[in-house]
């Protein structure tokens, strides 16, 4: 690491329509606004939750209307509108100096369904990255959205992030990949209101010994608001529990004894059992070591 790294992770408010242009446009005015408080905190990169400019309601967009939900009319959508809130974003980004990862939907082309996406905004204003949801809830599936099929690694100052999105939390094959692909930082953006989920996040500090942003939209941060594990599984930093636009702060730093040790011991004496440390020790040929019949 060439300096102290110091994340900010935002709960911003979400919008659910994606025709609404008025709104999407405050929406874009607020995630910003969060960027200049997390510039001005010392921050490196912000992160912001799933679908931070717009995460679609399926009611919403059902062809059927709200009361039955169906397959999504993605011609509803401000498309146009969506693009110049990110360009903003991209923009101001660049202006700051600040890192910013934000979720919104990406089009494809013709009658394909967009991706649900994570946007990666250098400190130049530059899109370097784009992390789409590999792993779908069914409804998502159904009606929504394209499955992406890659994980994402960026690096800022010799730290390397790895992104997933709300329910891949519930695929701990994900997170295992990322330990493989030497991260030390997961990113993980939520639309959901669920506490467990958060645990489950959590769990992955210890298991893996990385750090975790966990962003959750402001409407939801009474359950579980947004904030940062350190290896080890422990919360370094929380943002208020209210339902407002915030940020929690901290600095990825290996300097205290606990994340330490889960750093430089844990995370490498994992990966040695794993690659056969056990395997010189093992009795063979000696019927005693495999009668499971008695004492």
């Known amino acids: 690491m060439a300096r102290t790294f110091r994340l900010a992770v935002a709960q911003s408010e979400i919008v659910e329509d994606p025709a609404d242009v008025a709104a999407l446009r405050a929406s874009g005015i607020r995630l910003r606004e969060l960027m200049?408080?997390?510039?001005?905190?010392?921050?490196r990169l912000v992160q912001f939750p799933e679908g931070a400019i717009t995460y679609p309601h399926k009611r919403v967009m059902s062809v059927h209307g709200p009361q039955r939900v169906g397959p999504a009319d993605w011609t509803r959508a401000a498309w146009p509108v969506l693009r110049a809130e990110a360009e903003a974003t991209a923009d101001l980004a660049g202006r700051l100096g600040i890192w910013v990862v934000f979720g919104s939907i990406h089009p494809?082309?013709?009658?394909?369904?967009?991706?649900?996406s994570l946007y990666v905004v250098s400190d130049t204003g530059k899109l370097v990255g784009r992390y789409d949801k590999r792993f779908l809830s069914n409804t998502e599936l159904r009606y929504l959205y394209t499955?992406?099929?890659?994980?994402?690694?960026?690096?800022?100052?010799?730290?390397r992030f790895g992104c997933a999105l709300c329910i891949e939390v519930n695929f701990p094959e994900?997170?295992?990949e990322y330990e493989r692909l030497d991260v030390?930082?997961?990113?993980?953006s939520v639309m959901v209101d669920d506490a467990p989920r958060a645990t489950v996040a959590?769990?992955?500090g210890t298991l893996f010994s990385y750090w975790l942003g966990y962003a959750v939209p402001a409407q939801f941060a009474a359950t579980v608001p947004s904030g940062i594990v350190a290896p080890g599984?422990?919360?370094?930093a929380r943002a208020p529990s209210r339902a407002e636009p915030a940020l929690a702060i901290a600095d990825?730093?290996?300097?205290?004894?606990?994340?330490?040790?889960?750093?430089?011991l844990a995370r490498p004496w994992r990966r040695t059992a794993q690659a056969g440390l056990y395997d010189d020790h093992v009795v063979v040929g000696d019927p005693r070591s495999e009668d499971r019949g008695s004492f």
């Open 184 to 188: 030390d930082c997961v990113l993980v």
């Open 202 to 204: 959590q769990a992955y």
């Open 252 to 264: 990825l730093e290996v300097t205290d004894g606990e994340v330490a040790t889960a750093v430089r």
């Open 147 to 159: 499955p992406g099929t890659e994980p994402l690694v960026f690096e800022i100052d010799g730290l």
């Open 233 to 236: 599984g422990r919360w370094i």
């Open 36 to 43: 200049v408080e997390a510039r001005d905190a010392g921050a």
């Open 108 to 116: 494809l082309s013709g009658a394909n369904r967009p991706h649900n």
């Open 174 to 176: 994900l997170f295992a």
